[in-house]
């Protein structure tokens, strides 16, 4: 996609073109879960699907293409869905997008004790300093793993956050779906 660096990593740039893909729906979306496969495999394995994603002779080989999967269940925790999942072979890596409310690092120490999710989750979107950020993490069967963040008031390519530990929580449980 356009605004993917060249010189970064193949999972670095797949992260991207996720984020990329998830900006061009808007806000407001459920969570989306991708596999990560080889594109040189794919053109040699499935060159239907290749030519479907629009990936010729001419795309790069050394990539990663990501491949939305069914919708991620909105009755279900994130969590216990995630826990469910089970990866072919040919998937050497998995993505996910999901929208969050984030407070600053300062509004920690206002939280209230022994709230319910649910009461938590309502006192932080009433917060005055919260933040929407659209999350993309992306990890690898090697244990690799990246992150691309995007708050929603700096909507823009050049405003996107990447980095391996963004959120670690979230790519530990990636990390989980690829465990025997």
């Known amino acids: 996609m356009s605004n993917t660096?060249?010189?970064a990593s193949p999972l670095t740039r797949a992260v991207l073109e996720i984020d990329e893909y998830a900006s061009g729906l808007g806000w407001d979306q459920p969570a989306r879960l991708f596999a990560l496969v080889d594109t040189a495999r794919l053109r040699v394995q499935e060159p239907s699907l290749a030519a479907q994603l629009g990936l010729d002779a001419e795309s790069e080989s050394a990539g990663l293409t990501p491949i939305e999967q069914e919708e991620v269940p909105t009755d279900k925790p994130l969590d216990e869905f995630l826990g469910t999942?089970?990866?072919p072979d040919a998937v050497v890596g998995c993505a996910l997008t999901?929208?969050?409310?984030m407070l600053p690092p300062s509004a920690e120490a206002q939280v209230p004790q022994g709230l319910s999710e649910a009461k938590l989750a309502k006192w932080v979107a009433e917060h005055p300093e919260r933040q929407e950020v659209r999350m993309t993490v992306a990890v690898l069967r090697d244990g690799s793993r990246e992150s691309a963040l995007r708050l929603r008031e700096k909507d823009s390519p050049t405003e996107v956050l990447t980095g391996p530990e963004l959120v670690p929580?979230?790519?530990e449980a990636l990390t989980a779906t690829f465990e025997d």
């Open 169 to 171: 929580g979230l790519a």
């Open 5 to 7: 660096p060249m010189a």
């Open 98 to 101: 999901v929208e969050r409310l």
């Open 85 to 87: 999942i089970a990866w």
